[in-house]
């Protein structure tokens, strides 16, 4: 229960930043399932000594028919953070995990696919 309330508040805290009313990105983004997954990835960064924003970019990057990242951070810190993505290497361990996580080509949403949007997966 307390992990609900956590997940709760989190959420309102990020509700109040970019986003804030787009319908979209919260029917899409904001919802329970997308932060359990935030948990777990942030969860295995911790444990290999990787910022989240870090791995995210190493993981598109990782994709072959992806030749840039496009990053929105709020801080020059931020930013700063992403540029270890550069020199990651990323292994099958680790897209298996994030395969695990959300069906390549869907939102962590299970069942919700924005028809504006269509979806192809990776490459295997």
């Known amino acids: 229960m307390a992990n609900k309330r ?4 989190r959420r309102a805290s990020w509700l109040r930043r970019a ?4 319908k979209r990105i919260l029917e899409t983004e904001f919802r329970e399932e997308s932060l359990l997954i935030a948990q777990k990835i942030k969860a295995r ?3 290999r000594g990787l910022l989240p924003g870090q791995f995210a970019a190493a993981w598109v990057l990782a994709n ?5 990242v496009i990053v929105g951070p709020r801080t020059l810190a931020h930013l700063e953070q992403v540029y270890g993505a550069v020199d990651l290497v990323l292994g099958p361990d680790d897209e298996a995990f994030v ?3 959300v069906v390549a080509g ?8 924005d028809p504006a949007y269509p979806f192809f997966g990776r490459p295997l």
């Open 45 to 47: 960064c911790d444990a």
């Open 99 to 101: 395969n695990a996580l």
């Open 19 to 22: 986003g804030a009313g787009d």
């Open 106 to 113: 869907h939102s962590s949403s299970p069942g919700y696919n």
């Open 64 to 68: 072959p028919l992806v030749s840039s």
């Open 6 to 9: 956590r997940l709760k508040k």
